[in-house]
């Protein structure tokens, strides 16, 4: 029996989130690692395979998988199952992973365990989960034959393997079913204002809110974020007035992130900005009221004028 994970791909390499995926397939000690990729596994993405402790990496290489299909990328992941007679699969817990995994579970009956951060047992398989954005963790049984889930970004760090596996390459012998392509990306456009779309995947995001006042007043967030090596997230108003694009919104409503660290720089936090941001490992509030309900729920809290600190911690970073 095995473990096979969903590795997405980003510029050759692993994605972040899907190295974290591996970390945590290992630690449930189930067996065999196994890694699946849609496309060619090329050479740097098998070194990050192998440095996981893959030993095998299953790849799916035919021009009809080129376009994004989640049905098309679900029979993938199956084919992958049943070659190494997986008992438990996984994905990364980001927009594709959860919906290639939704569609496995309803192709072949199976529940589905979604946002899973830790696992407490195997024989039954139980495990936690973030529930209701993220504000609370449920722990819930996953009694299907094959056990499906998706992890949460950044609920473990991701760590090379003790031992490098084999990392060998198969190639999966899929035929894709014409019914697999019917809902599928037919053209991705470049955005004409600066990309933050890796929000979701960022190790450090630096938000602002209303109290930024105004269009102009993001300059000291653009530039710690920049410093930082992080990503631009704003509040819900902030997207609605026009002052930021609506892909760096962070809410119910936007991205759900789970950075490092979130600098919540003038946002109040609403609920469904709450329910965004929630699983940051620590959350500073930069903001000039101290009962302001994300200054009451973060780990740390500055009292004053955003114009005023950010500067000031540029400043000092030099």
């Known amino acids: 029996m095995s473990v096979v994970v969903l590795v997405e791909v980003e510029e050759g390499r692993a994605s972040l989130v899907s190295r974290e995926t591996l970390t945590f397939a290992r630690s449930l000690g189930a067996g065999d690692l196994h890694a699946v990729v849609v496309g060619e596994a090329v050479p740097a993405l098998v070194d990050d395979c192998r440095e996981a402790g893959v030993a095998v990496v299953h790849e799916a290489v035919d021009p009809a998988l080129e376009r994004y299909a989640a049905a098309a990328w679900a029979a993938v992941v199956e084919a992958a199952g049943r070659a190494a007679r997986a008992n438990v699969v996984l994905a990364p817990g980001t927009g594709r992973g959860m919906e290639v995994l939704a569609h496995v579970a309803a192709r072949r009956g199976l529940r589905m365990a979604a946002n899973v951060v830790a696992v407490e047992s195997l024989d039954p398989l139980v495990v936690q989960r973030q529930v209701v954005g993220g504000a609370a963790l449920e722990r819930a049984v996953v009694d299907s034959r094959v056990r499906l889930l998706t992890m949460a970004g950044h609920a473990v760090d991701a760590k090379p393997a003790d031992a490098a596996g084999a990392a060998t390459v198969a190639r999966l012998a899929v035929t894709v079913d014409p019914r697999d392509l019917r809902a599928q990306v037919v053209r991705l456009e470049k955005r004409e204002q600066a990309d933050t779309s890796g929000l979701t995947g960022a190790r450090v995001v630096v938000g602002a809110g209303r109290g930024a006042g105004g269009p102009d007043g993001f300059a000291a967030v653009d530039a ?78 500055v009292i004053g004028d955003m114009h005023e600190v950010l500067p000031a911690v540029l400043e000092e970073l030099g």
């Open 224 to 301: 710690l974020a920049t410093r930082l090596g992080g990503a631009v997230g704003v509040s819900r108003v902030v997207t609605s007035l026009g002052w930021r694009p609506h892909h760096e919104q962070v809410g119910q409503t936007g991205s759900r992130i789970a950075p490092d660290l979130y600098l919540a720089c003038g946002i109040s936090g609403s609920i469904q900005h709450w329910a965004g941001c929630a699983s940051s490992r620590t959350i500073i509030a930069v903001n000039t009221d101290p009962d302001a309900p994300m200054v009451t729920k973060a780990d740390y809290a």
